[in-house]
């Protein structure tokens, strides 16, 4: 993998002597090559940025749906999709209920990436990037260099997720500029127990898990910005905006928004219930108890009769 990453690097001709410094190559690049890469490069059209939007699917990790950057060079032949997701080879389910499952962003080829969405019949869409041709090199590069170091990010509902991470590598690459959002939904301003409530509104299971792993995070505590959803930000997109050191705006999509794969998977909320595995639990150790007594008193019936 780290290979074909340094390819996809020195094919888009980003940073060129400078990766030929860290990565201690031998083979020279001459400036009238590296002014070739630059020229094609500065093309608007020679690199397409899209944020991804998944919806929800069936497990429970998915009821609140996926984000991702899709990075396309069709010139090169190269589509990935680029997404953050929990390493559980390097972290357990205790590590997810505990806040500290290792997490890192992952290059994986487009047409693999939506296969397996398909499979699971969760709809995708694509926002096309309002960047300039510098930034969406440097948003390849950021993803990469991500991708190349690999898990070292501990995932946290609240504050390092899918969504929030993909900001991140944005403004990353478009730094000073930042990404802004004029609204913002009210549930991600409110209490932290409401956010919980919404975004698991689908599965109350999910939402016992949830308030059982963020019990402890207070109101406030987190930013408003990383409490967004993919759902939420496929709703505030039209508004999100791109503000750079002197205050210019532009907005973070163009075009229309594209529909990749269909949403053909039907939500069906499980019918047993948190509270009715309480009662049944509540009922299970009272027969429990009352199975005691009773054989404990037939035992010393039987036993009193035996000294007769």
Known sequence: MRSKIITILLLLGLSVSGMGQTLQTTQKVDSAQVARLNRVAANPNFIQAYLLVISEGKAFYSVYGHAAIRMVC??????????????MNKSSYLDVFTRMAKAGFAPVPTSQFLDSYKQEGRGVKAFQLNLQPKEKQN???VLDEEAMNGSVWTFDYTSVNCMSMVTY??????APAE???????????????????????RSPWVRLIMHSVLWNVKDGEAKSEDLLTPEMMEAVMPQAVIADASGKVRSLSIG?????LPQVYQDNPCWFRPWMALVLTVLVIVMAIGLYRKRTTNNQKAKGNSTK
């Open 179 to 201: 990404v802004k959002l004029k609204t913002l939904p009210q549930v991600t301003q409110g209490d932290m127990g409401e956010w919980m409530d919404y975004v698991s509104r």
């Open 169 to 174: 590598a944005i403004n990353k690459a478009i």
């Open 74 to 87: 069709k010139e090169k032949g190269l589509d990935y999709c680029f997404t953050f997701e929990m390493d």
């Open 139 to 141: 948003l390849w590069k």
């Open 256 to 260: 229309k928004t594209s529909t990749l």
